[in-house]
T-cell receptor, first 114, second 117 residues
């Protein structure tokens, strides 16, 4: 079972609308959580990073929240644009090694329609 | 935009051929990584390197090999490609930032889409 679960698997919204993507994880011990955006045929690009002491982080129209007690995170996108169409990947890092092993979710595929 | 490059972007090749996927970065990062990603699935780490002459296998077993002779260059080689190797291969690099909980932000290349017929 994947230690990082994302929902929904896919989502279609109209341009200008808001949406929220969910990430639940079981990774322990916890170091930090990142949200990446991956455009089709491209590599992932980091949007936000949060450590256990942070419960919200914004990057423009993207706002991520973290509840380390319930091991849940969300990514809220405000006033969606066509360019927001992409896969959004939740990535959790543990403290287990110098490498800081990363656990990847399968992503939420967001499609924004005009 | 990260300064990490992968070539080729797309490769279609026959079974049994030897291939090398190139990855280079100009950020001076010591750490580099190779991931394999199938459609709709999570990224799986197949190789990583902490620096020159350092290479390690990742979580997912892979028949590929890597080398790190120069800091900026981390090529991946398949000696004999098979259809099961068909996938997207993503290269990444990072440097450690203590302010980020002691783990790194990885910068990804655009990926190589490999198809083995």
């Amino acid at each position: 079972k994947n230690q990082v679960e994302q929902s929904p698997q896919s989502l279609i919204i109209l341009e200008g609308k808001n949406c929220t993507l969910q990430c639940n994880y079981t990774v322990s011990p916890f170091s930090n959580l990142r949200w990446y955006k991956q455009d089709t045929g491209r590599g992932p690009v980091s949007l936000t990073i949060m450590t256990f002491s942070e419960n919200t982080k914004s990057n423009g129209r993207y706002t991520a929240t973290l509840d380390a007690d319930t091991k849940q995170s969300s990514l809220h996108i405000t006033a969606s644009q066509l360019s927001d169409s992409a896969s959004y990947i939740c990535v959790v890092s543990d403290r287990g090694s110098t490498l800081g092993r990363l656990y990847f979710g399968r992503g939420t595929q967001l499609t924004v329609w005009p | 935009e990260a300064d990490i490059y992968q070539t080729p972007r797309y490769l279609v090749i026959g079974t049994g051929k030897k291939i090398t996927l190139e990855c280079s970065q100009t950020m001076g990062h010591d750490k580099m990584y190779w991931y394999q990603q199938d459609p709709g699935m999570e990224l799986h780490l197949i190789h990583y390197s902490y620096g020159v002459n350092s290479t390690e296998k990742g979580d997912l077993s892979s028949e590929s090999t890597v080398s790190r002779i120069r800091t900026e260059h981390f090529p991946l080689t398949l000696e004999s490609a098979r259809p099961s190797h068909t996938s997207q291969y993503l290269c990444a690099s990072s440097e450690q930032r203590p302010s980020q909980g002691g783990t790194d932000t990885q910068y990804f290349g655009p990926g190589t889409r490999l198809t083995v017929l």
